[in-house]
């Protein structure tokens, strides 16, 4: 069996890509073999966070690379594609070759978005890049909602904003407005690792619809 490969990607910084991509590393690595490529250097955040979960010793069966362009991304995920089961590329904050390279070379594009206005002009660009993109594969993607307020009605009509302009419907797990999620990125962990209930339903919730659209 190949490697099933998740890629964020997203045109603006901020959003919570290199959250969803960690906290997905490291949660899926309990119980799999898991890949997590920051392709963000010299920024590195997810490297960053993933030295210091190894300072914690919690290492589990999670590997981590870097990637600064296309060539060396190809080359990582051919070089983990039969070994692990899932690769996870933490994209750049901004469109281009990189980010169309991701989107070329995941099985699923995860993307994640804060419900704000100005997140939601920033994806005209990305949606440019997944039209290119297209011409070499048929592109599968979900929508992550993050930092998500479900009770105002906002969120709900960028909701349905968003997923009329991407074409990708959105995941059914959405990930709250909470404290608990940059807590954990900064301690190198994950936000089910913390004393939040709610953040750690929403993890445990996010990480079993991943596993379903693998199936």
């Known amino acids: 069996m190949t490697a099933f490969v998740i890629g964020l990607v997203q045109a603006k910084g901020g959003v919570g890509r290199s959250t969803v991509s960690t906290t997905l590393a490291a949660e899926l690595a309990r119980a799999h073999r898991v890949v997590l490529v920051d392709c963000d250097m010299p920024q590195g955040t997810a490297l960053a966070w993933a030295n210091l979960r190894r300072r914690l010793g919690r290492t589990e069966r999670l590997t981590v690379e870097t990637a600064s362009g296309q060539r060396e991304l190809t080359e990582k995920i051919h070089q983990h594609l039969h070994v692990a089961d899932y690769i996870i590329l933490d994209g750049p904050p901004r469109v281009g070759d990189l980010t169309k390279a991701i989107l070329v070379l995941s099985d699923l594009a995860l993307i994640p978005m804060g419900?704000?206005?100005?997140?939601?002009?920033?994806?005209?660009?990305?949606?440019?890049l997944i039209e290119e993109a297209r011409e070499y594969r048929d592109v599968v993607g979900r929508i992550v909602w993050t930092r998500f307020r479900s009770q105002t009605r906002i969120a709900q009509e960028l909701s349905e904003i968003a997923v009329s302009a991407i074409e990708f419907p959105a995941l059914a797990t959405t990930l709250g407005h909470r404290v608990a999620y940059a807590e954990a990125l900064g301690q190198g962990r994950t936000?089910?690792?913390?004393a939040d209930e709610q953040a750690r339903n929403e993890v445990a919730a996010l990480v079993a619809e991943i596993e379903q659209l693998r199936r």
């Open 115 to 128: 419900a704000s206005a100005a997140e939601l002009w920033a994806t005209a660009n990305l949606l440019l």
């Open 191 to 194: 936000a089910a690792e913390l």
